[in-house]
């Protein structure tokens, strides 16, 4: 059994993803241990809630300082043994002790084709907003590793989508979800959870066969 936690900031459509997944079983040996979020008012802890899932808030204003976060950000991701940290719409940076601690075992979801449109700066809305400023006319969505550079980690899963006339950043957004996040973050666990990705060289490699964790 692949036990994860999924942090969050916002709506949390794609933790909705993972949790319905897991519940039709196309997602199997997967257990989502506990949601975290630094915003209290995330509506992805309600739904964490509503599903019998561990919701924990912690926001970074609640702490003396940066490394106080820190320290506790970690001993609850420890707390819980996880095999994988799940990154979907976190928007905040990791605490640097992260790494290597956690290395190979942190994913993130991000909306864009990866190497176009990531870094500092890059996220939700902000994505699309400069996709269609840029006038690409695909775009899409990646899971990666996550490491210490900003999306920088080794790319696991891509899909792309269509931009298209009219597109407004919100009308993309949705796109990119339905057509291509709200499957591959599943896809990228389920993966992970059959013991078939490697990472070799900078690279994740997907293999064949399927020994269930
Ligand atoms: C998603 O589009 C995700 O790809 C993006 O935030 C949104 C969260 O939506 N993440 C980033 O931009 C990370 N750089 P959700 O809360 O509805 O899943």
């Avoid at 976190?90 to 190497?115: A, C």
């Avoid at 996040?181 to 389920?190: F, G, V």
């Avoid at 959870?193 to 990472?199: D, F, I, K, N, S």
């Avoid at 490699?205 to 964790?213: K, L, S």
Wanted: net charge neutral.
């Amino acid at each position: 059994m692949l036990k994860i936690g999924v942090c969050v900031s916002g709506g949390g459509t794609n933790l909705q993803a993972i949790i319905d997944r897991v519940k039709d079983k196309t997602l199997h040996n997967v257990s989502i241990e506990v949601v975290i979020s630094n915003n209290k008012n995330a509506y992805a802890l309600e739904r964490a809630r509503q599903n019998g899932i561990q919701a924990v808030c912690l926001s970074p204003k609640d702490f003396e300082s940066r490394e106080a976060f820190h320290e506790a950000f970690m001993s609850t991701l420890d707390s819980f043994g996880l095999d994988l940290v799940v990154l979907a719409g976190f928007l905040v940076i990791l605490p640097p002790q992260m790494f290597p601690r956690y290395n190979n075992r942190v994913i993130n979801i991000h909306p864009s084709l990866i190497p176009a449109f990531c870094g500092t700066g890059f996220y939700g809305l902000k994505v699309h907003e400069a996709a269609l400023l840029r006038g690409v006319k695909l775009t899409g969505a990646t899971v990666h590793f996550v490491n210490e550079e900003t999306d920088g980690g080794p790319i696991l899963l891509q899909k792309a989508v269509e931009v298209k006339d009219g597109d407004t950043p919100q009308i993309l957004q949705k796109r990119v979800m339905e057509e291509a996040e709200w499957t591959l973050l599943p896809r990228a666990i389920q993966l992970i959870a059959e013991g078939r990705v490697t990472v070799e060289n900078g690279r994740a490699v997907i293999g064949e066969g399927g020994v269930a964790g």
